[in-house]
């Protein structure tokens, strides 16, 4: 069974449809890529995953679990899920050692001893141990998005969804960001990535999708996608990206 | 004419009476409006159609009319609805004083509920889906994530609605409950020193807000927050 | 519950007129005493606002000053310095004003104290208008060779008051909501008169029902006026402040 599956999954805000029929899966230890254009609907459809962003009609299961059941818990399923965002979104009037263990504490009922220690220990393997008092402002976004990263992990999830995590990042600072997502990603964690890092994709990712239009489009492994895309569009978005 | 700035000293012991009860005023209608202000702006951003409608109607509505008839509102009909509430046989009398806090807490729950609402609403979206993503509810979010930074960004707005509240406390006036300047004015009529009594309370509230309001100005600069 | 009787608007009071027509005249009376203490705001609050943005740094502290003076004391004791105090500064107004009607009187001090009080926050109003502008704006101005007050009479003034018609409009109102005040002078506006209604009949949510349906009645109405005026002299294209 696989770790993530979405079957026809369609969204609309009021009449303008941002997602149609999307279907696809992730398996345990999978690590998926989704790329496309602005407006092509990737963050959405990574937003439904955890139910951040509510659909009108198909299905998303998430371990066994239907996400748009409406008798799901989904404060406890969204737990298991870990996310990183595009602005990091570390909360800003906590320091870094609060931001890691705040949910592990309220959400996973840990002791805050037991918490703090998770904590560092993944602030440690992203390598901002030094920064521990420190608050988020004081960071550049680089670090920030590593201690994103770490927080998300603290939660011990079962796969981790990444929604465009290196795009608001000075270019200096992609590489110590994506470094850490492909160690996660040879450690066998279960990733679903939004992104336009095509060197990342060809690194670790084993299956390649890419929407257009709230659609989508390709979904083929890696080799194949990289070596001769299907459809037009595709080929066409490959060619402008991959000139850097 | 000659002016007889004695009368203030020789009343101050009355006077004090008068300017704590508008200190007590002041900071319980502060904090009860906060709080019900903070519900209120939970309610008027609410999904919920029903909620949102009533909480921005009664904030539409206190915005809306004269304080002084809201103390009215309060003062004249309150004995009644209490009567009916509790079945008395004859309407509670409550006393002035007592009803213009409950009336400046409820006043001020409207106006201190849009201060709120516009500092929740200024808090970008993401970090109530990072808060949602890591697991935390509704209820969670808001108190942990949500409301502490909402409430530090709005910290000087809240302290100039309290510095305006400080004045408007006066205005029990009307329904002849004895703040400071209600104190200043029975003085000034039993000893026929309108004059310098009026200065006198003039003077003190000038030097209070206007001191009060640098602080706030300074406050201002200290908390600017790195985001 | 209540024994509530809508008919008492149309009873006699103790002194002959009916209850609506004392109500009538109580609506005049806030509408005159709004009307002349706006115009006095504005004209007041504008040219105040517009020193405070200038360069020199005497007319700046002027206009800093009429507003810290106007904005720390509350209302009320305001009202009643206007009435009672300044008068006795002033022996030719002392005279007029004991041979005069109360109620001119009344409502002089009542025009003078709102439309001063008002002042100083359009003031505010209106130099933070002016100031969102960008430099560029001022520069240009002079680059073409017009003079100071050139520059604030063509450029700025213009566009500074239609970007802040929104908080203009609700000064408006709250000036509308503060001429309530003058009943502690003895003005018989409306609010005074629906307490006076009240003690009479003892029919306190009648006459109290009533007046807060008339002032939002008349807040609705200066909404929709502003709401003109600034679809009026709207600028094609421009979001104001953007």
């Given at each position: 069974?696989?770790?993530?599956?979405?079957d026809?999954v369609?969204?609309?805000?009021?009449?303008?449809?941002?997602?149609?029929?999307c279907?696809?899966?992730?398996?345990?230890?999978?690590?998926?890529?989704?790329?496309?254009?602005?407006?092509?609907?990737?963050?959405?459809?990574?937003?439904?995953?955890?139910?951040?962003?509510?659909?009108?009609?198909?299905?998303?299961?998430?371990d066994?679990i239907?996400?748009?059941?409406?008798?799901?818990?989904?404060?406890?399923?969204?737990?298991?899920?870990?996310?990183?965002?595009?602005?990091?979104?570390?909360?800003?009037?906590?320091t870094?050692?609060?931001?890691?263990?705040?949910?592990?504490?309220?959400?996973?009922?840990r002791?805050?001893?037991e918490?703090?220690?998770?904590?560092?220990?993944?602030?440690?393997?992203?390598?901002?141990?030094?920064?521990k008092?420190?608050?988020?402002?004081?960071?550049?976004?680089?670090?920030?998005?590593?201690?994103?990263?770490?927080?998300?992990?603290?939660?011990?999830?079962?796969?981790?969804?990444?929604?465009?995590?290196?795009?608001?990042?000075?270019?200096?600072?992609?590489?110590?960001?994506?470094?850490v997502?492909?160690?996660?990603?040879?450690?066998?964690?279960?990733?679903?990535?939004?992104?336009?890092?095509?060197?990342?994709?060809?690194?670790?990712?084993?299956?390649?999708?890419?929407?257009?239009?709230?659609?989508?489009?390709?979904?083929?492994?890696?080799?194949?996608?990289?070596?001769?895309?299907?459809?037009?569009?595709?080929?066409?978005?490959?060619?402008?990206?991959?000139?850097? | 004419?000659?002016?007889?700035?004695?009368?203030?000293?020789?009343?101050?012991?009355?006077?004090?009476?008068?300017?704590?009860?508008?200190?007590?005023?002041?900071a319980?209608?502060?904090?009860?409006?906060?709080?019900?202000?903070?519900l209120?702006?939970?309610?008027?951003?609410?999904?919920?159609?029903?909620?949102?409608?009533?909480?921005?109607?009664?904030?539409?509505?206190?915005?809306?009319?004269?304080?002084?008839?809201?103390?009215?509102?309060?003062?004249?009909?309150?004995?009644?609805?209490?009567?009916?509430?509790?079945?008395?046989?004859?309407p509670?009398?409550?006393?002035?004083?007592?009803?213009?806090?409950?009336?400046?807490?409820?006043?001020?729950?409207?106006?201190?509920?849009?201060?709120?609402?516009?500092?929740?609403?200024?808090?970008?979206?993401?970090?109530?889906?990072?808060?949602?993503?890591?697991?935390?509810?509704?209820?969670?979010?808001?108190?942990?994530?949500?409301?502490?930074?909402?409430?530090?960004?709005?910290?000087?707005?809240?302290?100039?609605?309290t510095?305006?509240?400080?004045?408007?406390?006066?205005?029990?006036?009307?329904?002849?409950?004895?703040?400071?300047?209600?104190?200043?004015?029975?003085?000034?009529?039993?000893?026929?020193?309108?004059?310098?009594?009026?200065?006198?309370?003039?003077?003190?509230?000038?030097?209070?807000?206007?001191?009060?309001?640098?602080?706030?100005?300074?406050?201002?600069?200290?908390?600017?927050?790195?985001? | 519950?209540?024994?509530?009787?809508w008919?008492?608007?149309?009873?006699?009071?103790?002194g002959?007129?009916?209850?609506?027509?004392?109500?009538?005249?109580?609506?005049?009376?806030?509408?005159?005493?709004?009307?002349?203490?706006?115009?006095?705001?504005?004209?007041?609050?504008?040219?105040?606002?517009?020193?405070?943005?200038?360069?020199?740094?005497?007319?700046?502290?002027?206009?800093?000053?009429?507003?810290?003076?106007?904005?720390?004391?509350?209302?009320?004791?305001?009202?009643?310095?206007?009435?009672f105090?300044?008068p006795?500064?002033?022996?030719?107004?002392?005279?007029?004003?004991?041979?005069?009607?109360?109620?001119?009187?009344?409502?002089?001090?009542?025009?003078?104290?709102?439309?001063?009080?008002?002042?100083?926050?359009?003031?505010?109003?209106?130099?933070?208008?002016?100031?969102?502008?960008?430099?560029?704006?001022?520069?240009?101005?002079?680059?073409?060779?017009?003079?100071?007050?050139?520059?604030?009479?063509?450029?700025?003034?213009?566009?500074?008051?239609?970007i802040?018609?929104?908080?203009?409009?609700?000064?408006?109102?709250?000036?509308?909501?503060?001429s309530?005040?003058?009943?502690?002078?003895?003005?018989?506006?409306l609010?005074?008169?629906?307490?006076?209604?009240?003690?009479?009949?003892?029919?306190?949510?009648?006459?109290?029902?009533?007046?807060?349906?008339?002032?939002?009645?008349?807040a609705?109405?200066?909404?929709?006026?502003?709401?003109?005026?600034?679809?009026?002299?709207?600028?094609?294209?421009?979001?104001?402040?953007?």
């Amino acid at each position: 069974m696989p770790m993530i599956s979405l079957d026809q999954v369609s969204k609309w805000y009021g009449t303008f449809q941002v997602l149609t029929d999307c279907t696809t899966s992730v398996d345990k230890g999978e690590v998926i890529v989704v790329c496309g254009p602005s407006g092509s609907g990737k963050s959405t459809l990574i937003k439904t995953v955890n139910a951040l962003e509510p659909f009108q009609k198909g299905d998303i299961v998430v371990d066994g679990i239907k996400v748009n059941d409406p008798k799901t818990n989904l404060p406890k399923l969204r737990s298991r899920v870990g996310m990183v965002f595009q602005h990091f979104e570390l909360f800003p009037h906590l320091t870094i050692v609060q931001n890691l263990t705040l949910a592990q504490v309220k959400v996973l009922g840990r002791r805050n001893e037991e918490a703090r220690e998770r904590g560092l220990k993944l602030l440690e393997r992203v390598g901002l141990t030094a920064h521990k008092d420190k608050y988020p402002g004081q960071l550049s976004g680089g670090q920030q998005q590593r201690v994103a990263i770490a927080r998300a992990l603290s939660m011990d999830p079962i796969c981790m969804l990444f929604d465009e995590p290196t795009s608001a990042l000075d270019p200096e600072m992609i590489n110590e960001v994506l470094d850490v997502m492909v160690e996660l990603a040879k450690e066998g964690m279960t990733m679903m990535v939004v992104t336009h890092e095509m060197g990342f994709a060809r690194k670790v990712a084993h299956r390649v999708i890419f929407m257009d239009q709230g659609k989508i489009v390709e979904d083929a492994q890696k080799d194949d996608f990289f070596g001769k895309p299907r459809s037009e569009r595709a080929q066409h978005f490959l060619a402008k990206i991959l000139h850097h | 004419m000659t002016l007889d700035f004695d009368v203030v000293s020789r009343s101050l012991p009355y006077l004090w009476k008068g300017f704590v009860y508008t200190v007590e005023l002041t900071a319980i209608a502060a904090v009860g409006g906060l709080f019900f202000g903070t519900l209120l702006a939970l309610g008027r951003l609410s999904p919920m159609k029903w909620l949102s409608t009533l909480a921005a109607g009664y904030v539409n509505l206190m915005r809306s009319i004269p304080l002084v008839l809201v103390l009215f509102w309060f003062f004249f009909l309150m004995p009644q609805v209490l009567q009916v509430m509790t079945g008395a046989d004859r309407p509670p009398q409550i006393g002035a004083e007592r009803t213009a806090i409950i009336t400046f807490i409820m006043f001020e729950a409207a106006y201190f509920c849009e201060i709120m609402r516009a500092g929740i609403q200024s808090i970008p979206r993401g970090q109530v889906h990072s808060a949602y993503a890591l697991g935390l509810t509704y209820g969670q979010s808001m108190r942990l994530v949500i409301l502490p930074q909402a409430f530090r960004n709005m910290i000087p707005v809240l302290l100039t609605q309290t510095i305006i509240l400080f004045q408007d406390t006066s205005l029990v006036y009307v329904i002849s409950a004895t703040d400071f300047t209600g104190a200043a004015s029975k003085i000034a009529q039993r000893d026929g020193r309108l004059v310098e009594m009026y200065l006198f309370v003039a003077i003190v509230y000038f030097v209070l807000c206007y001191t009060l309001s640098i602080g706030v100005k300074r406050l201002q600069k200290k908390i600017a927050v790195i985001r | 519950m209540f024994n509530l009787d809508w008919s008492i608007f149309f009873q006699d009071s103790p002194g002959g007129d009916r209850y609506a027509d004392l109500l009538l005249s109580g609506i005049w009376w806030t509408l005159g005493v709004s009307f002349a203490a706006w115009i006095i705001a504005m004209v007041v609050g504008s040219l105040v606002g517009t020193i405070r943005t200038t360069q020199n740094p005497w007319l700046v502290r002027i206009g800093n000053a009429w507003v810290e003076l106007f904005r720390n004391v509350p209302l009320l004791v305001q009202m009643f310095l206007w009435y009672f105090v300044i008068p006795e500064f002033l022996p030719p107004l002392k005279r007029w004003v004991v041979a005069a009607d109360p109620a001119h009187a009344q409502f002089l001090s009542a025009v003078l104290c709102l439309g001063l009080f008002t002042s100083a926050r359009i003031a505010e109003q209106v130099r933070a208008g002016i100031q969102s502008l960008s430099r560029g704006q001022r520069n240009a101005g002079m680059a073409v060779g017009l003079t100071q007050p050139q520059v604030y009479r063509y450029v700025l003034l213009p566009m500074a008051f239609r970007i802040i018609i929104p908080p203009l409009t609700s000064e408006t109102m709250n000036l509308i909501k503060n001429s309530s005040i003058a009943l502690t002078i003895g003005l018989a506006e409306l609010t005074f008169r629906s307490r006076e209604m009240g003690e009479y009949t003892f029919h306190f949510f009648e006459a109290f029902s009533a007046a807060t349906v008339i002032y939002i009645a008349i807040a609705m109405a200066a909404n929709r006026v502003m709401a003109v005026i600034e679809r009026r002299v709207a600028v094609p294209g421009y979001i104001a402040g953007k």
